[in-house]
T-cell receptor, first 110, second 111 residues
Framework: KQEVTQIPAALSVPEGENLVLNCSFTDSAIYNLQWFRQDPGKGLTSLLLIQSSQREQTSGRLNASLDKSSGRSTLYIAASQPGDSATYLCAVKGTYKYIFGTGTRLKVLA | AAGVIQSPRHLIKEKRETATLKCYPI?????VYWYQQGPGQDPQFLIS???????DKGSIPDRFSAQQFSDYHSELNMSSLELGDSALYFCASSLQLSEAFFGQGTRLTVV
């Protein structure tokens, strides 16, 4: 059974810092991995998708990497801003479902 | 660009009542997923459909059922509602192995 864990569970940083969010999964037989952002009580916004054959993806200040063999992905956020404050979720795709991680609650202080 | 549409956005029901949640996937997407997210929890997989056929099932109570119709929209039916069913319910759609897009969710409150 696939289990997805995210570390840290919560993070508070001053504005401008670069930071790394970690995601680990137990079964490497995945099709892809997606990172999402969720604001309180809101929907899930897709940030980056990494296919199982890819090593990394970049979008603006975000960079996500994937090491399928070791069951790890990282989301790197450069020059953090208060508007980045949210919960970040990784999700791994099996055949017909996504399994979500436990999330990292990020707070960027102005 | 069209997104995943869910309705209603908010729903208040009494215990033991029935609720129906609707999802309209992005056009030409072949897979629909349903998730339940309780307060402070990560989304939990309920059920998915590929080309209108049930493709996978998670921890979905027997009181819940879902289907996907010929026009590809999907409905989640929830009967004998309990207080613990209060949650955000998300629908998502994707095309094969491409990016999954989530709707804004339906907030169900059972009183």
């Amino acid at each position: 059974k696939q289990e997805v864990t995210q570390i840290p569970a919560a993070l508070s940083v001053p504005e401008g810092e670069n930071l790394v969010l970690n995601c680990s999964f137990t079964d490497s037989a995945i099709y892809n991995l997606q990172w999402f952002r969720q604001d309180p009580g809101k929907g899930l916004t897709s940030l980056l998708l990494i296919q199982s054959s890819q090593r990394e993806q970049t979008s603006g200040r975000l960079n996500a990497s994937l090491d399928k063999s070791s069951g790890r992905s990282t989301l790197y956020i450069a020059a953090s801003q208060p508007g980045d404050s949210a919960t970040y979720l990784c999700a791994v795709k099996g055949t017909y479902k996504y399994i979500f991680g436990t999330g990292t609650r990020l707070k960027v202080l102005a | 660009a069209a997104g995943v549409i869910q309705s209603p956005r908010h729903l208040i029901k009494e215990k033991r009542e029935t609720a129906t949640l609707k999802c309209y996937p992005i056009p030409r997407h072949d897979t629909v997923y349903w998730y339940q997210q309780g307060p402070g929890q990560d989304p939990q997989f309920l059920i998915s459909f590929y080309e209108k056929m049930q493709s996978d099932k998670g921890s979905i109570p027997d009181r819940f059922s879902a289907q996907q119709f010929s026009d590809y929209h999907s409905e989640l039916n929830m009967s004998s509602l309990e207080l613990g069913d209060s949650a955000l319910y998300f629908c998502a759609s994707s095309l094969q192995l491409s990016e999954a897009f989530f709707g804004q969710g339906t907030r169900l409150t059972v009183v």
